[in-house]
């Protein structure tokens, strides 16, 4: 099978990673009582979502009270920092919807343990400068996390590095793009207002982590307001890649290399009068489990618009054809199974594993380098709308294919 991963696009699928992730998560054991925090050599804004067991800052910061500290401050000014041979603590206890001021003499890090706070917990905000804490244990887009205070009362918010979200005209510009655990924010407000951080996407759809269907279980994954299903759709009997699939009331699917050890792993290959039982009605259940469907070209936009670090969901990007977008592409691969290291992020746990297509002739392309998924919603007669994920892209490819090409499928709950 022809590679089709140059190294120039190998070169762009690193750089959009770097641009977009410049820093790791700061987390460890996600809300199970601890965090770690990392310290970067200079100025930094770091905060916690978990309640210390002790709050005194002497003793939260005990294991980085040494030669590599040189003080952290609150909003108000006060400190911990060295006087002579002693450490002296104005700032008290550390509070934890508050973000701290740290100045590094070098690379350290410590240790917080506690209960994990909830992360859509209030945090009121008072006019003027302050830092705040982040309570997500994942990382999200800036204009998500803080568009409840996204408005007039908000001049900017800058992270460590001096990215700012900001206004220009009548647009919010996201210089930060994705906050990190273990970050705090600098904001400044012209009035009071409140920050509630949104429900933290990734996790098993609230009452139904797992679905069984047709002898298989699928794991459920919540993002934004959409529950999807976490894997490849797998159902129906294999048939030969050089055949078509008929309306002959038995689900059908083809595997790559005609083996359904890889259906196993990357889902079946249909197509897409087969996937819609021969009706041509967007959303339909098809041949999803009962109060699931197959999504609709609008619904892909929702979910690419929610994942995106740049491109929000009501964006206009997303009615583009081809390669749209800045990361959502990124955000939804699967974290292995990508040819030469393309890999997702994982950051949602979408999980999206690169199937391949099965082309009018028979044969199946791209495995390994291509991920291809139909939506419900037809192009025109002969047409329907897909989306394609690239080993090295960082976008979403949308067009509208032929309905005898054979594609994967994605169920999304009603």
């Known amino acids: 099978m022809k590679k089709f991963c140059t190294i120039g696009l190998i070169i762009l699928s690193l750089i959009i990673s770097q641009q977009a992730y410049p820093q790791k998560e700061n987390a460890k054991n996600p809300l199970t009582g601890e965090q770690e925090i990392e310290l970067s050599a200079g100025f930094s804004f770091i ?27 609150n909003s108000q000014g006060q400190t911990l920092r060295k006087i002579g041979p002693n450490w002296v603590n104005n700032i008290g206890d550390w509070i934890i919807e508050e973000g701290y001021l740290v100045k590094m003499f070098a690379d350290d890090s410590f240790l917080i343990e506690g209960d994990a706070v909830d992360p859509v917990s209030p945090i009121s905000l008072t006019t ?48 930060i793009g994705v906050c990190n655990p273990g970050e705090g924010y600098l904001v400044k407000l012209l009035n009071n207002d409140v920050l509630i951080y949104p429900i933290t996407y990734g996790e098993p759809c609230p009452g139904i982590p797992t679905v069984t269907y047709e002898g298989q279980v699928y794991n459920t994954v919540l993002i934004g307001d959409q529950c999807w299903f976490k894997e490849n759709l797998n159902v129906g009997t294999m048939i030969n890649g050089n055949e078509n699939m008929s309306d002959d009331g038995v689900i059908e699917k083809y595997c790559y290399d005609n083996d359904t050890a890889n259906c196993e792993i990357y889902g079946g290959l249909y197509q897409w009068n087969e996937i819609m039982e ?48 800045y990361d959502a592409g990124l955000n939804l691969k699967s974290l292995n199974s990508w040819f030469i290291g393309g890999n997702g992020s994982g950051l949602y746990n979408y999980e999206a594993l690169p199937g391949g297509y099965r082309d009018p002739d028979g044969y199946i392309y791209l495995f390994t380098d291509f991920g291809y998924f139909w939506s419900s919603s037809e192009g025109y007669s002969s047409y329907a709308w897909m989306r394609g994920l690239g080993c090295s892209w960082g976008g979403v490819h949308r067009t509208d294919y032929g309905k005898e090409y054979g594609l994967s499928v994605r169920c999304l709950k009603d």
């Open 47 to 73: 905060s916690t979502r978990i309640i210390p067991e002790d709050p005194d800052m002497l003793a939260v910061m005990a294991s980085v009270l040494n030669e590599n500290l040189d003080f952290i401050r």
């Open 128 to 175: 003027g400068f302050q830092f705040v804490s982040y309570f997500p244990d994942i990382q999200i887009n800036a204009l998500t996390a803080f568009e409840t205070i996204l408005g007039d009362d908000l001049d900017f918010i800058r992270n460590s590095q001096g990215q700012t979200l900001h206004k220009i005209g009548p647009n919010w510009v996201n210089g």
């Open 278 to 325: 021969y009706t041509i009605t967007p959303g339909m259940q098809g041949i999803c489990p009962a109060g699931w469907h197959l999504p609709t070209d609008d619904e892909w936009k929702i979910l690419e618009g929610t994942v995106d670090s740049q491109y929000p969901v009501g964006d206009p990007i997303w009615n583009q054809i081809e390669w749209r977008g």
